[in-house]
Structure formats: structure tokens, C-alpha cells
Nanobody, 111 residues
Framework: QVQLVESGGGLVQPGGSLRLSCAASGRAVSSENVQWYRQAPGKGRELVAVIGHLGTTIYGDFVKGRSTISRDNATNKVHLQINNLKPEDTAIYYC?????WGQGTQITVSS
């Protein structure tokens, strides 16, 4: 059984940084793409970043230049670092691997 557990969210002031983690069990995160999505209140889910099984990365325009997705094969985790957080980054952040989703972790950006 595959499980994904996100962590690292929280309340942060504008301009701050957070590092989200997605811990996988039951399947190696290096086996195929892992994606981070987010969903803000009243909005649809949007793709934040992707890391491919060969390490290729893709970012949504709204985080490009201030975000880094990385993978740690030893711990079977995928991390998402977001810097210079903005109020519009407030959302629940989910990781997805194959057909599996985590439960999400909340980021709230507010002064």
C-alpha cells in the first residue's frame, strides 16, 4: 500500500520561506514523477512543481525563481522549498505520486 504524508506547512509572514516534505512509503519516489499541487480556498487545484524520475524539474510560473523541488532517495522523500512567500501562496499543498495523493499540508502567508 502506498502512502504519502506531507509536512512542513505553517503560518509565515510575507517574504518568509518554508520547506515542505512528502514522505512516501510502499513505493520509491525515484520510480516516476512526483508532483506538488496546491489548492487555495474557492479555487481549483494547480500544479506547483514536478520532479521526474531522472531528476528533471518543472515549476509553475507563479513559483518559478523562488522555489526548488528536490528528492532524497535515501529517505524516500520529496521536498519543496518556497522562498519569498506571498499571501497568494496561501493554500493546501499536496504531493502526488502515480495515482496516489497525500492528505495535504496548509501554508498560510499573513502578516
Amino acid at each position: 500500500q502506498v502512502q504519502l504524508v506531507e509536512s512542513g506547512g505553517g503560518l509565515v509572514q510575507p517574504g518568509g520561506s518554508l520547506r515542505l516534505s512528502c514522505a512516501a512509503s510502499g513505493r520509491a519516489v525515484s520510480s516516476e514523477n512526483v508532483q506538488w499541487y496546491r489548492q487555495a480556498p474557492g479555487k481549483g487545484r494547480e500544479l506547483v512543481a514536478v520532479i521526474g524520475h531522472l531528476g528533471t524539474t518543472i515549476y509553475g510560473d507563479f513559483v518559478k525563481g523562488r522555489s526548488t523541488i528536490s528528492r532524497d532517495n535515501a529517505t524516500n522523500k520529496v521536498h519543496l522549498q518556497i522562498n519569498n512567500l506571498k499571501p497568494e501562496d496561501t493554500a493546501i499543498y499536496y504531493c502526488k505520486h502515480n495515482k496516489y495523493w497525500g492528505q495535504g499540508t496548509q501554508i498560510t502567508v499573513s502578516s
